[in-house]
């Protein structure tokens, strides 16, 4: 693959989660003492529901592009597959870092 289609796609695949802000819209400084509003999730500072809105969005985002570049046929083979990697009543956060972990391993098999 191009190095510049590479670098694309690792940045592509980054979640809110890789974010500054972890996705809840706040960053704080090295040593927490300092805080500023993150200019690209700043309404997930404010709503809960937003920030969920935002992180479903990205699983089914990264979900799309696995049916469409892998051999799974459904989003449902997906969702099972990453269901089974995960303990009971996973966190959304949880949701998000299991698909990506196979995205980045569907990324390493396709080469």
Same mark, same amino acid.
């Given at each position: 693959m191009d190095l510049t289609l590479e670098l694309k796609?690792?940045?592509?695949?980054?979640?809110?989660?890789?974010?500054?802000?972890?996705s809840n819209g706040i960053i704080?400084?090295? %040593?927490?003492?300092?805080r500023t509003y993150c200019p690209k999730h700043i309404l997930c500072a404010f709503s809960e529901e937003y920030r969920l809105g935002v992180?479903?969005?990205?699983?089914? %985002?990264v979900r799309k592009f696995?049916?469409?570049?892998t051999p799974f046929e459904?989003?449902?083979d997906i969702d099972m597959?990453?269901?089974?990697s995960l303990e009971e009543e996973p966190t959304p956060e949880e949701w998000v870092r299991s698909i990506q972990r196979l995205l980045v391993l569907n990324r390493h098999l396709m080469g």
């Open positions: 796609m690792d940045e592509a695949i980054k979640s809110p989660l890789e974010c500054a802000c972890g704080l400084s090295l %040593n927490g003492t300092m992180l479903r969005d990205y699983y089914r %985002n696995l049916v469409l570049t459904r989003a449902s597959l990453v269901k089974s």
